[in-house]
């Protein structure tokens, strides 16, 4: 609805040894590195306070800030619920998932978490279930569901797509954003 399908892009750059920029790869799926960035920059102006005050780093917070009110506002609802899917803790990139989910307030969720009813995904809780609004995509979105995309995935959300092409669920990045 908000014709906005790629909200996050990821490249990999290294320097090759006469100095020129190189690009390796690009992830549009399942975009990972912020997560990283911030965790780090913390990490070293704990450890080098003074190194770190001295070098004029530029701060990440209001790139986090921007992102979590762009996925607020996705959910054209009062007190959203937005999640982050993740492959699981085998995944290689799950620390940064963990961290992200608590830095920006989300609940991170794997695939057997969620169930679709009604075309409407939903967080299963102690609770009962709990309308999801926005996802935060970090599943490959050829494993996101089962029914539609890749019968083998055990990743994934069966009836997703199906809850997606209903408008009921905002998917980040889109599904089908893979370049």
Known sequence: PKHSFLHLLAVDLARSPDG???????RTQAPSGAGYALENRTIVSEVLP???????????????????????????CDNPLIVLLTPGPLNETYFEHSYLTRYLGLTLVEGADLAVRDRRVYLKTVGGLRQVNVILRRVDDS??????????????????????AAGNV??????GSGL
């Not at 003074?50 to 054209?76: H, K, T, Y």
């Not at 494993?143 to 997606?164: I, K, M, N």
């Not at 905002?170 to 599904?175: E, G, I, K, P, W």
């Open 20 to 26: 020129q920029w190189w690009v390796l790869a690009d």
């Open 50 to 76: 003074d190194l770190f005050r001295s070098s004029n780093v530029q701060r990440l917070a209001p790139f986090f800030r921007a992102q979590r009110e762009i996925l607020v506002s996705m959910a054209d």
């Open 143 to 164: 494993f996101c569901d089962p029914l539609e995309l890749r019968g083998d995935s055990f990743l994934g959300v069966t009836g997703l797509v199906e809850a997606v």
């Open 170 to 175: 905002r998917v980040v990045n889109a599904l």
